[in-house]
């Protein structure tokens, strides 16, 4: 059965690979994936490898995407990367949330919020990301954690904006631990998320609405993630350094 939303597959390269090394991944995938277009693309290098992946990336169907972005635009924000200098490299897609800026920057919802209305100001699209730690799972607390960590990042969008939004959704203890939430887990928990998006939105948006599974994605799994009602791809990270591995979960997810 065919899915009314065409999954997107994304790579999270994190603090990996120097611009000479970001070339070759890059055109490694471009590669392995050149005949594939049945999936949206993406990789989110470094800032620093931006200006190359974007130039490597033109003449594909390959899409870019930054890691983070400032909620602020130009000015005196030391160390900061804002939406105008991402727009430069025709960056198309910024994650914002990762739960590792959520726990090493203690990034809030509110702060979210903002980087994520920043980003439709400038027609980037957001790759939103929500999850819950193993603690707050086991104490029966996901849904409320998940339900203020969306009602925090997604205050003030309007139904447009929440189309262009992907959410991720990233459980904290399956990110490169080697643990994976199962099909039926994520599938659980994707539907939850669709439901809030009804609630908050209306059920036309929420049908929309792309949701990606995020947490030790391998090619092992991805058919069985993807084949999921409400799983719309995946946010892969420590797989998606290697061009051969990370074009077996793209092609092992159609």
């Known amino acids: 059965m ?23 991944l890059v ?5 392995e994936l050149a ?32 890691q983070n972005m400032s909620e602020h635009n130009f000015g005196a924000y030391t160390g900061e990367i804002c939406a105008g200098m991402l727009k430069e490299f025709s ?20 702060l979210i919020n903002k980087k994520a209305l920043a980003a439709h100001a400038a027609s980037l699209k957001p790759i939103l990301c929500v999850g819950e730690t193993l603690a707050e799972r086991e104490s029966g607390r996901m849904e409320s954690v998940l339900a203020t960590q969306m009602r925090g990042s997604l ?10 939004t992907v959410i991720a959704y990233e459980p904290v203890w399956a990110i490169g631990t080697g643990k994976t939430a199962t099909a039926q887990q994520a599938q659980e928990t994707h539907a939850f998320l669709r439901g809030l998006l009804g609630k908050l939105f209306d059920d036309s948006v929420a049908r929309r609405v ?10 092992a799994n991805a058919r069985e993630l993807m084949s ?24 092992n997810s159609i």
């Open 35 to 66: 005949s594939v277009k049945e999936v949206d693309v993406v990789v989110c290098p470094p800032f620093t490898a931006l200006s190359e992946v974007s130039k490597a990336v033109l003449e594909s169907s390959i899409r870019l995407g930054a």
């Open 91 to 110: 960056v198309r897609y910024v994650i914002l949330g990762h739960s590792e800026r959520r726990q090493f920057q203690v990034e809030s919802d509110e």
């Open 210 to 219: 792309r949701i990606q599974y995020g947490g030790s994605v391998k090619a």
């Open 2 to 24: 065919e899915k009314e939303r065409k999954l997107i597959i994304a790579g999270n390269w994190k603090m990996n690979k120097t611009v000479a090394e970001a070339l070759s």
């Open 27 to 31: 055109q490694g995938i471009k590669r």
């Open 228 to 251: 999921q009602p409400d799983v719309d791809g995946a946010l892969v990270g420590g797989a998606s350094l290697d061009d051969r591995v990370f074009a077996d979960i793209v092609r």
């Open 155 to 164: 205050a003030g969008f309007n139904k447009e904006q929440m189309e262009e």
